[in-house]
């Protein structure tokens, strides 16, 4: 790991680039689980808790963390700005059963009404075979008779073990400083995630892209999504966001879409692409020239 440390990173910056979704290869246990596979990844989404993903592997090797605790484990999607709602998660959106549906292309799973946010949350799931990856598409609704104002906001759990986390943004850009031993080299922005006994999160705006490196297993996940300048976040939030349990538990990967009015009855939508793929981590150089392929930059 020291030598991926020591060397250089490539900046990295792209723009979303369109290609084709295909139906997805979706099985049901009739429990509400369902698996969504795309050649040697499978994708486990559970309708009865909040439309969550459980699981991310790669053959047998799993990427998504696996704990067991509330707020632990899985992927979700929240509504921003958090200061809307604070804490715990809304239940309709994070815990409570999904309406399920198989449609053309895509499994779609559609929240309930939030009574205070007013919004319904839709999530698609759908692969995209030649792109290599896994393409999900949030829609926030306003289901209030007022115009409001929102962004979307995805959290992927990961394991805080031998892992490396990286994006292109300056390292003193990232706030509030000092609360992670982020390096740069080339304006890219790494972190080797240690262990402490608070909880720590830091934002950035990055370029589209979000890294994730288990040296453990040997998987790379980047998530690809819209870059948003600084002003378009909702207030006090981020396009990028790294929120590290206390302990050496877990990790949020966080990203967010833009900020954005709604009247009553309209949506937003937001795709993040997901890709995962085996890597070499002690070799920088092999890592960076795989992200850059990932992202079309090749």
């Given at each position: 790991m020291k030598r991926l440390f020591s060397s250089l990173l490539m900046a990295v910056a792209i723009g979303l680039t369109a290609t084709s979704a295909y139906a997805a290869d979706v099985q049901n246990d009739n429990e509400g689980k369902y698996t969504i596979k795309n050649g040697q990844m499978t994708m486990v989404i559970d309708a009865n808790k909040g439309?969550?993903?459980?699981?991310?592997?790669?053959?047998?090797?799993?990427?998504?963390?696996?704990?067991r605790w509330p707020e632990t484990f899985g992927s979700t999607f929240w509504t921003s700005p958090q200061k809307e709602w604070n804490w715990p998660p809304v239940p309709e959106y994070d815990k409570k059963p999904y309406e399920v549906k198989q449609e053309g292309d895509v499994l779609t799973m559609t929240s309930g009404i939030n009574e205070r946010l007013k919004y319904s949350i839709r999530k698609e799931f759908a692969t995209d075979e030649k792109d290599k990856a896994f393409v999900i598409t949030y829609y926030i609704i306003n289901e209030s008779d007022e115009t409001r104002q929102v962004a979307p906001w995805e959290i992927t759990r990961v394991p805080n073990d031998a892992s490396l986390i990286f994006f292109d943004a300056p390292v003193d850009s990232i706030w509030p400083a000092g609360l992670m031993n982020f390096q740069s080299?080339?304006?890219?922005?790494?972190?080797?995630?240690?262990?402490?006994?608070?909880?720590?999160?830091?934002?950035?705006?990055?370029?589209?892209?979000?890294?994730?490196?288990?040296?453990?297993?040997?998987?790379?996940?980047?998530?690809?999504?819209?870059?948003?300048?600084?002003?378009?976040?909702?207030?006090?939030?981020?396009?990028?966001?790294?929120?590290?349990?206390?302990?050496?538990?877990?990790?949020?990967?966080?990203?967010?879409?833009?900020?954005?009015?709604?009247?009553?009855?309209?949506?937003?939508?937001?795709?993040?692409?997901?890709?995962?793929?085996?890597?070499?981590?002690?070799?920088?150089?092999?890592?960076?020239?795989?992200?850059?392929?990932?992202?079309?930059?090749?």
């Open positions: 439309g969550k993903i459980l699981s991310l592997k790669y053959d047998d090797k799993e990427v998504i963390s696996q704990m080299a080339n304006g890219v922005s790494w972190y080797q995630p240690d262990e402490a006994n608070d909880n720590r999160k830091v934002n950035a705006d990055g370029q589209g892209w979000l890294a994730y490196c288990n040296k453990g297993n040997g998987l790379l996940l980047v998530k690809r999504f819209d870059n948003l300048d600084a002003s378009q976040p909702a207030p006090g939030e981020a396009e990028i966001q790294v929120y590290v349990n206390r302990g050496k538990t877990y990790i949020e990967l966080e990203s967010q879409g833009a900020y954005t009015t709604l009247k009553p009855k309209e949506q937003l939508s937001w795709t993040v692409r997901w890709y995962l793929q085996p890597c070499e981590p002690e070799s920088a150089e092999a890592l960076v020239k795989q992200v850059n392929t990932i992202i079309h930059k090749n």
